[in-house]
């Protein structure tokens, strides 16, 4: 590679960095990007120009220094994700601005190179990303609701930020950082902890595994019978009257089949079993519970 064709490349890259960073604002420069940014730019490359570059491809011209210019195909490729017709087209621009007294074009680079990474570095200190959670109880497909959801923001090298979930059963968090993970804690569901990022926000359900130990145990120590007939009814009005319930043993030793209800009776006795019950599967017909399998850990 000539020393021309050099920093030519090395314009196109920079170019490349700043029709990125549009899209997705990065202050890390091009020769940095790994992992979900390189995924990203191949994203954001086939969503322009229905073509892609591999990680390979990435790893050997991007990354490292070549020995020789890429392909011209994939050359044109990135020239017309920068905005010009071909490779051609933009060596014709570039040229024209090397061959300008040498002081202007060396000023020209440096601003090329520089001012994407200043302004993107400063939308991204000032950029907030908004998460948005709803939780849904995992057994009742219902909205938690009844119950406030404990919610413990989690930040390396930071203390924990603590929120509640509002009376729809969910909850808001900005910050300017691309990934949320939080731990979620309810008296009547398990602990569970969840790890998001903002390009797969628009999944914003959480689901819930009920915690009917601890539910059942309430209702008890409580002598609040009332509400354990009221659970009891609601957990026989989510099964199907002909539901088949498949117990299935650890190390594949076996299946044991209960019917509606044997299963609400398991469910219903705050028994140390009940605490160790984990729901695998589950089949909705005419939104009624059909088959189910569950496992005693």
Not at 115 to 132: G, M, Y
Not at 154 to 178: A, M, Q, R, W
Request: positive net charge.
């Amino acid at each position: 590679m000539t020393s021309k064709e050099k920093y030519l490349f090395e314009l196109l890259k920079q170019s490349i960095f700043s029709t990125f960073s549009v899209s997705y604002p990065t202050t890390e420069v091009i020769e940095d990007w790994k992992g979900e940014t390189i995924v990203a730019f191949q994203e954001d490359l086939f969503e322009k120009l229905k073509a892609k570059v591999s990680e390979k491809w990435f790893y050997t011209y991007i990354k490292n220094t070549p020995e020789k210019l890429p392909r011209i195909d994939i050359l044109n490729l990135l020239s017309n994700y920068v905005g010009h017709d071909s490779w051609n087209a933009f060596k014709m621009v570039h040229s024209k601005e090397e061959s300008r007294p040498k002081k202007h074009s060396k000023k020209l680079y440096w601003l090329l190179l520089l001012l994407p990474i200043v302004l993107f570095a400063f939308n991204r200190l000032i950029a907030k990303n908004t998460f948005e959670f709803c939780f849904i109880d995992d057994i009742k497909n219902e909205a938690i609701t009844k119950t406030t959801i404990d919610i413990k923001i989690v930040h390396d090298n930071e203390s924990p930020i603590h929120l509640k979930t509002n009376d729809s059963g969910c909850f808001s968090y900005e910050t300017t950082k691309d990934i949320i993970k939080f731990v979620v804690q309810s008296p009547y569901h398990k602990t569970d902890t969840i790890v998001r990022h903002i390009n797969s926000n628009g999944n914003q359900i959480v689901k819930l595994k009920p915690d009917d130990y601890a539910l059942m145990l309430h209702y008890y120590t409580n002598g609040n019978i009332k509400e354990w007939k009221k659970h009891k009814q609601q957990l026989s009005d989510l099964f199907a009257d002909d539901a088949t319930i498949y117990r299935l043993f650890e190390n594949n030793i076996g299946v044991e089949i209960y019917s509606k209800r044997e299963f609400i009776r398991t469910l219903t006795i705050p028994t140390k079993a009940l605490k160790r019950i984990e729901i695998l599967d589950k089949t909705l017909e005419n939104e009624k519970i059909i088959t189910l399998k569950f496992m005693m850990k």
